[in-house]
DNA sequence: TTAGAAGCTGGAGTGCACTCCAGGTCAAGC
DNA sequence: GCTTGACCTGGAGTGCACTCCAGCTTCTAA
């Protein structure tokens, strides 16, 4: 089974455009085409594309990106330099995770904040409309 | 109390030209000066900084940023878009937080596995040093 | 009083990750 | 056989968030 460049395109999200880019810059080997010319993706190539979807979502740089693609092709021998680089994503990953949480409580603090003075504001058009009320 | 701009640097981690970008932006109101023309920065600008640093950590774009510095001018009567901005900006990272943690799964998976194959290839250089040293 | 450090301005340059475009090819349906 | 639409290429353009630079002024310390 093979997928036309549109119809990968469509089940990663990514758009036609990046798919051909990606390729240019080594971060998708080259397709196979059809007669003409076309490219035809198989079930590994989207695979792969999946995988580097993922871990661009975990903010891989596209240079880090085709580090790793690259050592792909040395196979076992790489194993090690891959490792590490999923290791780094990991650390990353885990305290990018933590600073989003403390940042949750800033948030929270100012939404608070926000809505007390919403909830001021209201009570005083309140007394206002009583004031109108009995003028 | 007042603070050069290095002063600010240093304390905020952002650089004198970032600094100053910011100003020419919008984002930080530009800060009394010396009788020299130089930045003075109060305790009070000290503290949006610290707070855009704080949002920024969370994504926000400098767009939305602006945005929200320049409600601030309009005081409690523009309290009701900028909670939804800080609500928006929640649900956003609430969301790269359940991302990143799935994230973490394709992680470990494929550390595990390339611990794998460097044990297997460990064994074997084992077993080559063995027949090496029968031999 | 003078050298050097720190700061100033407006504007140009950078790196990243796409995104768009002109002009061409190819296959399918009418 | 001709139109239409999907796809092709190389290369230019975009938006974001800085970052750097030349050429100037101002303070400080020897």
Excluded: H
Aim: with cysteine.
């Amino acid at each position: 089974m093979s997928f036309s460049i549109a119809e990968v395109a469509e089940s990663s999200g990514l758009s036609i455009d990046t798919l051909r880019y990606y390729e240019r810059i080594g971060l998708i080997d080259p397709p196979v085409r059809d007669s003409g010319g076309r490219r035809r993706y198989t079930d590994d190539d989207l695979r792969w594309i999946e995988f580097l979807n993922k871990i661009k979502l975990t903010g891989m740089s596209i240079k880090t990106m085709r580090e790793y693609a690259a050592l792909r092709k040395f196979g076992d021998a790489s194993a090690g330099r891959r490792k590490q680089i999923m290791l780094d994503q990991r650390t990353d990953v885990l305290s990018r995770i933590a600073e989003l949480q403390s940042c949750l409580d800033v948030l929270n603090y100012k939404i608070d904040n926000y809505q007390r003075v919403e909830d001021r504001l209201a009570e005083l058009r309140g007394d206002l409309t009583e004031q109108g009320a009995t003028a």
